[in-house]
């Protein structure tokens, strides 16, 4: 049985529309640009806080993010949130709880990969503090 409170709640186009730009790293001014030329950073802002979209504004944004329409017509957060918090609690729970089920074992020990890493870096240092010095000495 559906909720009705999910039935008659209206999906916020714009807010969406903000998420999933976020999400791609789009900046407002990069989407008015592909917009075209009468949008701006200003009217980007404003149609993200437009709870309804109109339909061919939402086709052009959603082929801008390389996203389904349906995403941008359809997509609740807290529906979202619900959904996968109740997979979490229901499903995962003594997957997340046993350590013989969730046991996680790195191919490589996290201590070498440090030690190399700051091997590289002494090794750039050394060559900047030669390279500094070689320029002092032309002076």
């Known amino acids: 049985m559906i ?5 008659n709640k209206k999906i916020h186009h714009g807010r969406n529309i903000k998420r999933f730009r976020e999400m791609m790293g789009i900046k407002q001014e990069a989407m008015a640009f592909e ?3 009468d949008w701006n950073q200003k009217k980007v802002s404003l149609l993200e806080q437009k709870e309804s979209v109109e339909s061919d504004i939402v086709k052009q ?8 329409v349906e995403a941008i017509e359809s997509f609740d957060e807290e529906q979202a949130v619900n ?10 729970h003594a997957t997340m709880t046993n350590p013989a089920v969730f046991n996680y074992q790195p191919s490589f ?7 190399e890493l700051y091997e590289r870096m002494l090794e750039q240092q050394r060559e900047m503090i030669e390279k500094l010095e070689t320029l002092i000495d032309k002076k």
Do not use: F, R, W
């Not at 020990?109 to 030690?115: A, T």
């Open 35 to 37: 917009l075209g030329e």
């Open 3 to 7: 909720d009705t409170d999910m039935q």
């Open 61 to 68: 944004v959603a082929k801008i993010l390389k996203i389904p």
């Open 83 to 92: 959904v996968i918090a109740n997979t979490i609690n229901n499903n995962d």
């Open 109 to 115: 020990n996290p201590i070498d990969k440090m030690v």
